[in-house]
């Protein structure tokens, strides 16, 4: 599994097989926010993929169809499928997106942050809508 930032704007070698986006906008086309300050550009991969419509420290819009994709991607990892996840900084959104995969395979919220931040990076989960959302998906998960 691959984890990143799309502001970087290095595309992985070998690419995915599959990719999630967890952006509040399309990906072939950025915010002003995304376009101008962040660098975002506009861009489609050339690998299957999802959107998960997730503005930027907060949670997923749709919380309950946001978990359905993760559960999607933790079996499309389980099938030993090379898929990636990503945001735009590749901090918040990307850290709570691989915490709460920990948590749907039995972690708890708190240990699946403390697991990101020491694995992935130290600030990853920003925000309270963050880690509500864990919460969410561990109540999801039973």
């Known amino acids: 599994m691959l984890a990143r930032g799309l502001r970087g704007g290095v595309v992985p070698e070998p690419a995915p097989e599959f990719g999630v986006y967890l952006l509040g ?3 072939d086309r950025p915010n002003l926010y995304g376009r101008y300050l962040v660098g975002l550009r506009a861009w489609t991969p050339s ?3 999802e959107r998960i419509d997730w503005p930027d420290f907060s949670g997923p819009r749709r919380p309950g169809e946001a978990v359905g994709q993760l559960r999607g ?3 499309r990892i ?3 499928e090379r898929v990636e996840v990503a945001c735009g900084g ?4 990307t850290g709570t997106a691989l915490a709460a995969l920990a948590v749907l395979q039995g972690r708890s919220p708190e240990e699946a942050v403390s697991w990101v931040r020491e694995a992935y ?3 990853a989960v920003e925000s309270r809508a963050q880690h509500r959302f864990l919460r969410l998906v561990a109540g999801s998960s039973g």
Not at 90 to 93: A, D, F, N, T
């Open 90 to 93: 590749g901090r918040g959104r």
């Open 121 to 123: 990076d130290a600030k």
């Open 78 to 80: 389980r099938r030993g």
């Open 25 to 27: 906008h399309a990906l």
């Open 47 to 49: 690998w299957p993929y």
């Open 73 to 75: 991607v933790l079996s």
